[in-house]
């Protein structure tokens, strides 16, 4: 059983930068492929960005729509993802949610809130 919990979100004006948290109980998170996902009112949860698991060099990729705008990292000591999220725009205002795929099941955070104001 893999707990996440997130934090880091609120309001913030469009160019600004929040970063996102989120701490995994639970697992081996060294040994978890963890991910990014956001969800706005009356569209579908879609991915921002990945980040592999264990080694020494972890692989992200990214949604179009955040490349060159938005990174995630992982730090393994602290069992905690994070996504610097930096020239937000309004339409990145989104329910923001973790994810972790340990053991052949995908578990999710509760998702923090982000609002980008113009």
């Known amino acids: 059983q893999v707990q996440l919990v997130e934090s880091g979100g609120g309001l913030v004006q469009a160019g600004g930068s929040l970063r996102l948290s989120c701490v995994s109980f639970g697992s081996t998170f060294s040994s978890n492929a963890m991910g990014w996902y956001r969800q706005a009112p009356g569209k579908q949860r879609e991915l921002v960005a990945h980040i592999s698991s264990g080694g020494r060099i972890n692989y992200a990729n990214y949604a179009d729509s955040v490349k060159g705008r938005f990174t995630i990292s992982r730090d393994n000591a602290k069992n905690t993802v994070y996504l610097q999220m930096n020239s937000l725009k309004p339409e990145d205002t989104a329910v923001y949610y973790c994810?972790?795929?340990?053991?052949?099941?995908?578990?999710w955070g509760q998702g923090t809130q982000v609002t980008v104001s113009s």
């Open positions: 994810n972790a795929a340990s053991g052949g099941y995908t578990y």
